[in-house]
């Protein structure tokens, strides 16, 4: 049905920058709802950002308070292809990052819930030295 591929992780030190990459195939993608998730060694998986189909609202994005001012989530529906921007990383970001889509094209309660997305990527390491 939905196919999603993750790339972009990868080693960087504390203050640089990465941008990850998740490319979708096999369904409609503009009016699914995308999302970023981490998780880090013996923790849960913890959400990160999300951004709805909608371009023109103005508000379309939505962004866990600890990545706030730091990450940049944003998507090119011609590309198939979301993407997360990071900058000003910390160690505490070290994780494994997954990309998630889901049906519903506005965003609710349940945008920061893994359990109501249906799709995931196959996550990419991040790992941020101090």
């Known amino acids: 049905q939905v196919q999603l591929v993750e790339s972009g992780g990868g080693l960087v030190q504390a203050g640089g920058s990465l941008r990850l990459s998740c490319a979708a195939s096999?369904?409609?993608?503009?009016?699914?709802?995308m999302a970023w998730f981490r998780q880090a060694p013996g923790k849960e998986r913890d959400f990160v950002a999300a951004?709805?189909?909608?371009?023109?609202?103005?508000?379309?994005?939505y962004y866990a308070d600890s990545v706030k001012g730091r990450f940049t989530i944003s998507r090119d529906n011609a590309k198939n292809t979301l993407y997360l921007q990071m900058n000003s990383l910390k160690p505490e970001d070290t994780a494994v990052y997954y990309c998630?889509?889901?049906?519903?094209?506005?965003?609710?309660?349940?945008?920061?819930?893994?359990?109501?997305?249906?799709?995931w990527g196959q996550g990419t390491q991040v790992t941020v030295s101090s």
């Open positions: 998630a889509a889901k049906t519903q094209p506005l965003f609710d309660w349940t945008t920061s819930q893994e359990t109501s997305y249906d799709y």
């Open positions: 951004i709805s189909w909608s371009t023109w609202s103005g508000s379309n994005s």
């Open positions: 096999g369904r409609t993608f503009s009016s699914y709802t």
